[in-house]
């Protein structure tokens, strides 16, 4: 069930509280997919937190529909070769995700998104800054910090923003383009 967010155009269907939960939802994905997908007749653009990847009942279908489908990671080695596994799962043919790529969180701690590229196979679509208290206002509610409407994780957030609907439109061009040939 959609819920309105107060004061705001946004509607939210919360997610399952917890992972065992997903797999009791595994033919669920499917058909919700095709719903969400309905939505785009009327305007309305979906965004889907999949989670973690791999988890056994995760939301595969909603991932292997989206016009765009970003992995988030960091740029420590760690994170990379997280990254680096589940890139490579992706890239392959038999893959649903139709427009992968990388949404990076603190570029050059220690590697820029070039880099990050590079070693992950998949292009990075856009950067965000690492500034836990900014991104806490959105994921948590806390209260916004001094300069936050005009400080660089809002203005980072505006410019992903414009760079996402680049790349869906894009990707529904090639859609288009393809399904008309």
Request: proline share 7%.
């Amino acid at each position: 069930m959609a819920q309105r967010l107060e004061g705001t155009s946004v509607s939210i269907v919360a997610g399952i509280r917890d992972h065992a939960q997903a797999t009791g939802l595994r033919d669920l994905w499917a058909p919700l997919a095709e719903a969400l997908a309905a939505l785009e007749s009327t305007g309305q653009d979906v965004i889907v937190d999949g989670g973690r990847l791999g988890l056994p009942g995760y939301p595969e279908p909603l991932l292997d529909a989206a016009d765009l489908t970003l992995m988030v990671t960091r740029s420590p080695l760690p994170a990379l070769a997280a990254a680096r596994t589940w890139s490579a799962t992706v890239r392959r043919q038999d893959s649903g995700w139709r427009n992968p790529g990388a949404l990076l969180i603190g570029e050059g701690q220690p590697y820029k998104a070039a880099d990050v590229a590079r070693v992950i196979g998949i292009p990075v679509i856009g950067v965000l800054p690492d500034e836990p208290e900014a991104a806490a206002v959105y994921y948590r509610g806390a209260h916004a910090p001094a300069q936050f409407e005009n400080g660089t994780y809002v203005r980072s957030l505006i410019a992903l923003t414009e760079v996402i609907q680049a790349c869906v439109a894009r990707s529904r061009a090639q859609l288009i383009e393809e399904v008309t040939r």
